[in-house]
């Protein structure tokens, strides 16, 4: 994670680089700039662009944007939208790493994982076990006995197939030493919480922030959170160090550009992404839609990016997960 420093080391860069003349990047023009979230409306990664976006634009003149969702297949189905549109800077894409780097391992899909335009990643945000107020399940002691007097009688929720969610729990399987519990994939934290609430799993694996809501207002509970220490939206939650279990593991979220996106359309929205990341105001409205912000622009989101690729090519290697 980027020091307050370095962060505000890499602000006043921004600020001081010269401007791109419009002349050579004749960008924005008279369109709108489409931002390809590749999952439902209301989840994590839906909420973040919607509020990211529109600072962002103010910070280019001329910017105007929209927000498509473009749901399916955890993510891929978005994700290869914004790798194959034309690098001209009118196509953006929200991603969630490491769902972003996983999907190409385990099928066929339409894009290189680390040949997007990494332009900025904003949240960061713990896995964690989310169940129903009312469950019998009332801790991770619990699930993991649960799991192993019941094999293959325990059902878990996740917002898809090589998600940070369904990797953290094949984490956690392997650690706990449980059988495998059935997978029941959702294409987003949004459907997936109504099932949870309505009793339909016996257990989510999803991010702290995905209901923190619903558990401030009793209707479901934490187990545990994978962060490395507890996040500021759940004190009252141990981590999984805590427990005696080493996983730490989360959703990072931010936004992409297709491959070959020009660098003066590049440098502009790392330029914006970087004051805006860097002000109080956002940060105040990131803490109230319950964001937890790690700020990594430009070459440092893509070196975090590479980071969590090969460290996902080696679990590859050695436990290739499927649904």
């Not at 949240?123 to 009332?138: H, K, L, M, Q, T």
């Not at 999803?206 to 490395?228: C, F, S, T, W, Y």
């Amino acid at each position: 994670m980027l020091t307050r420093r370095r962060f505000g080391a890499g602000v006043a860069a921004a600020l001081a680089a010269p401007a791109v003349p419009r002349a050579q990047v004749p960008w924005p023009g008279d369109r709108p700039v489409e931002v390809i979230v590749p999952f439902p409306p209301g989840g994590g990664v839906d909420v973040m662009t919607r509020l990211v976006m529109p600072l962002v634009a103010s910070h280019i003149p001329g910017m105007r944007h929209v927000v498509s969702n473009r749901a399916g297949a955890a993510g891929q189905i978005g994700l290869e939208a914004t790798f194959n549109a034309a690098p001209d800077g009118y196509t953006l894409g929200a991603t969630t790493i490491p769902a972003h780097n996983a999907i190409p391992l385990e099928r066929a899909a339409r894009y290189r994982a680390m040949d997007f335009a990494f332009l900025a990643n904003i949240v960061e945000d713990a896995n964690c076990f989310y169940v129903r107020a009312d469950s019998p399940i009332r801790s991770v002691q619990d699930l993991i006995e649960r799991a192993r007097a019941r094999p293959g009688g325990v059902t878990y929720g996740t917002t898809g197939v090589g998600s940070d969610d369904h990797i953290f729990m094949l984490t956690f399987e392997a650690l706990a030493g449980t059988p495998p519990m059935v997978h029941v994939p959702f294409a987003g934290a949004a459907p997936l919480i109504p099932q949870l609430a309505g009793g339909h799993m016996d257990v989510a694996a999803i991010n702290v922030n995905d209901a923190i809501g619903m558990a401030r207002e009793g209707k479901l509970r934490i187990l545990a959170q994978a962060a490395a220490e507890r996040q500021r939206e759940a004190p009252d939650v141990p981590t999984f160090r805590e427990l005696g279990l080493d996983i730490v593991h989360g959703a990072s979220r931010g936004i992409v550009g297709p491959p070959g996106l020009p660098a003066g359309i590049a440098e502009r929205l790392e330029r914006a992404f970087a004051v805006v990341l860097a002000d109080e105001g956002f940060r105040r409205d990131a803490e109230r839609n319950a964001m937890p912000l790690r700020p990594l622009v430009g070459a440092a989101y893509r070196e975090m990016a590479a980071g969590v690729d090969a460290r996902l090519k080696e679990l590859w290697q050695q436990r290739p997960w499927r649904g």
